[in-house]
């Protein structure tokens, strides 16, 4: 069975689910988050929007100290706005997808923008919020429910999960027939009183009990009705994405380290790592970045970026390779640290800087640095003799 096959409006059993949903939400589902924890009771749609945008592509374990750090250096659409980007990709950093703090950053000066007419607030419609920045349709949805108490579905991968299992939906949940077919579900599921619960339920019941690997069936409200269940198939639904192989890349960072501090490159606003602090890649012979390089090129693209910054350099060492892994491609990391001596006084060019290992308004322990940069970082300073500072692995 493909993904166009002809199933009824409401698939069997749909009947039943909002019911069971809610009633299971209630009694079973999460309610002690820290977003759903409204000051007087309120709803505050820029708490929701935030926790939401942070969910993307991470878990709620990892989220939450990151959530409180972020609301409290900007509690609020304001001063988010007001904040300088570099600032917000800060209390970011770690969290990985930086696209989504760029567009949260843009997202707020669009809402306080005096020509945008937002009026410095959210809009209610689910529709006009899909098209602030970094906004798709079922985040919107989910920002009008919980922040607003509109009617709107949502659908975002714990709920295709659930929809596949629950109903037998045969075909990739992000190929476009299987997504139509599932909004059309969506929708037609939305039950008309207890909008909050329902929705709240939906990414409860998948984020901890229809989960990827390992679903915990016994403990499921959809037991009864489920199709994967009934079949013994939860391990095949929802169908898994068609593979293709994944491209490899390798890059040459270098470190110039002068004991104190290290020098890093702040990346263009967009593309990889874009806005955040990394180190420059070498450029040798016609070819950029490659694991592959030999070590004279390296030498040479050490020397040369030394002597651009006013530094002596006095020695070249690899440290530990790192692979890393994002979701279009794999980037093989060959690190160099390049000890330095400053031997003039000039001044750090626009978009590089010279950032503290431990002493500093900026250390490498707080810089906005990318996921794999940090762990290189820390891995060499748990390596007696690489690194003549120290930095934290916070």
């Known amino acids: 069975m493909s993904g166009r096959s002809t199933l ?15 009633a299971w939400q209630k009694r079973h589902g999460r309610h002690d988050l820290p977003w759903q924890q409204r ?49 917000v990709l800060e209390h970011w950093a770690g969290l990985g997808y930086y696209a989504r703090a760029r567009n949260l950053h843009r997202c707020a000066q669009t809402l306080v923008a005096e020509d945008a007419g937002y009026g410095g607030n959210f809009p209610r419609q689910p529709e006009r919020i899909a098209e602030l920045p970094g906004i798709g349709r079922s985040t919107a949805a989910a920002i009008a429910v919980f922040g607003f108490g509109e009617r709107a579905a949502i659908l975002d991968g714990n709920v295709k999960r659930v929809f596949a299992r629950c109903f037998g939906i045969e075909g990739f949940p992000g190929s476009q027939p299987v997504e139509k077919r599932m909004w059309a579900i969506a929708e037609a599921l939305l039950p008309q009183t207890d909008v909050d619960a329902y929705t709240q339920g939906l990414m409860d019941l998948g984020a901890t009990v229809c ?19 009934d079949a013994a198939r939860q391990d095949e639904l929802p169908t898994p994405k068609p593979r293709k192989a994944v491209p490899e890349r390798c890059a040459t960072p270098l470190f110039l380290d002068d004991g104190e501090s290290v020098l890093l490159e702040r990346r263009p606003p967009t593309g990889i790592w874009g806005g955040l602090l990394a180190p420059p890649e070498v450029v040798a012979a016609g070819v950029a970045g490659g694991a592959d390089l030999g070590s004279q090129q390296i030498a040479a693209a050490a020397e040369a970026l030394a002597r651009r910054h006013g530094c002596r350099l006095l020695s ?11 979701t279009h ?55 007696p003799g690489l690194i003549l500072g120290r930095v934290s692995e916070a």
Request: aromatic share 8%; with cysteine; hydrophobic share 45%.
């Open 39 to 87: 000051p007087g009771g309120e709803r505050d749609p820029y708490r929701v929007w935030l926790s939401e945008i942070m969910l993307q592509q991470t878990q709620v374990a990892t989220v939450i100290p990151y959530y409180r750090r972020f609301l409290e250096r900007f509690p609020t659409l304001a001063a988010l706005a007001a904040a300088p980007q570099g600032d």
């Open 211 to 229: 989960t990827r690997a390992n679903p915990r069936c016994a403990d499921c409200p959809m037991a009864a009705i489920c199709v994967a269940r």
């Open 329 to 383: 491609f794999r980037l093989h990391l060959n690190p160099q640290r390049c000890r330095v001596e400053r031997i003039a006084s000039v001044a750090a060019e626009p978009g590089w800087e010279w950032i503290a290992w431990r002493d500093g308004t900026t250390t490498v322990a707080s810089a906005a640095l990318p996921a794999p940069i940090r762990k290189i970082l820390a891995e060499a300073a748990r390596q």
């Open 8 to 22: 009824p409006a409401l698939p069997e059993g749909a009947g039943s689910f909002a019911g069971r949903l809610i």
């Open 316 to 326: 070249v060492e690899a440290l530990p390779p790192l692979t890393h892994a994002f």
